[in-house]
């Protein structure tokens, strides 16, 4: 494939905390635009911090990131910049309590990028539409269940107009019968053509929404397949063994 197919490249990133434990080992990975990527793996095995690096929440010891072709990690990054291109939702849903859903949404298209309240607002309200929370736009986060809060916190990512979205985990946090509400709206995007890197522990929404599976353990690639591969015949042992696990538990 041709260099300037890829929206995202990652190349031989090193990480590791306290100048120790490395966490990622030489990991190489590149998205092409409109794919789903799913990441796996047991607890501690980079999932979460790949993403956090990807989104300059955490600074890398080696290696490099693109964006569009261009390096995000040469050390001139803006990331005021960047995280507009690259939205990221949490498990925690990190909303502002004393706003409405409303506000919280608009602030970083009025603040961050300048647009006007109109233009912004008419963007917000097809997006809350979109979620089904348009009746929620005054309402303030106290007021709205987990699985609503983080259907607001896609729409504020959204809002950005982003080219890459992140999805850490973003349903740990909820009770089983909201997870679905959350994960249909990515479902959606993923329809739409969204780029989307997503860790989840949620196994059949993973078969259902990615192109390509990532399964990591001690910070590197140990399977990459099309989800009906690594689900119906996963290559190596470590993959076998933590596919058992969740067929045990279900």
């Known amino acids: 494939m041709n260099q300037r197919e890829y929206l995202l490249e990652i190349k031989n990133l090193e990480k590791s905390f306290d100048n120790s434990t490395k966490v990622l080992k030489d990991f190489s990975y590149s998205v092409?635009?409109?794919e789903v990527v799913v990441i796996l793996g047991p607890s501690g095995c980079g999932k979460s911090t790949l993403l956090r690096c990807i989104n300059g929440l955490e600074p890398i010891q080696a290696g490099t990131i693109l964006l569009d072709g261009q390096s995000i990690t040469d050390g001139k990054t803006k990331w005021s910049q960047i995280r507009q291109k690259i939205g990221m939702v949490f498990q925690s849903y990190d909303l502002f309590p004393?706003?409405?859903?409303?506000?919280?949404?608009?602030?970083?298209?009025?603040?961050?990028?300048?647009?006007?309240?109109?233009?912004?607002?008419l963007a917000g309200e097809?997006?809350?539409?979109?979620?089904?929370?348009l009746e929620?736009?005054?309402a303030y986060p106290r007021q709205l269940s987990g699985g609503q809060k983080q259907r607001v916190a896609i729409v504020r990512a959204l809002m950005m107009e982003p080219e890459i979205m992140l999805f850490d985990e973003v349903t740990a946090a909820l009770d089983p019968e909201m997870v679905r509400e959350v994960l249909d709206v990515i479902l959606e995007l993923a329809k739409g053509g969204m780029t989307m890197l997503i860790v989840t522990h949620e196994m059949q929404f993973a078969r259902a929404i990615a192109d390509?599976?990532?399964f990591l353990d001690e910070g590197q690639i140990v399977?990459?397949?099309?989800p009906e591969d690594f689900f119906g015949h996963?290559?190596?042992?470590r993959a076998?063994?933590?596919?058992?696990?969740?067929?045990?538990e279900k």
Do not use: D
């Not at 004393?98 to 607002?121: C, D, S, W, Y």
């Not at 399977?223 to 099309?226: H, M, N």
């Open 98 to 121: 004393h706003m409405t859903v409303f506000e919280n949404i608009l602030l970083g298209p009025l603040k961050v990028q300048g647009r006007t309240r109109e233009e912004a607002g």
């Open 212 to 214: 390509r599976i990532l």
């Open 240 to 248: 076998q063994r933590f596919l058992n696990i969740f067929q045990f």
């Open 126 to 133: 097809k997006l809350l539409e979109r979620v089904g929370l």
């Open 32 to 34: 092409t635009k409109g």
């Open 136 to 138: 929620k736009k005054n």
């Open 223 to 226: 399977e990459s397949a099309a």
């Open 234 to 237: 996963p290559e190596t042992e």
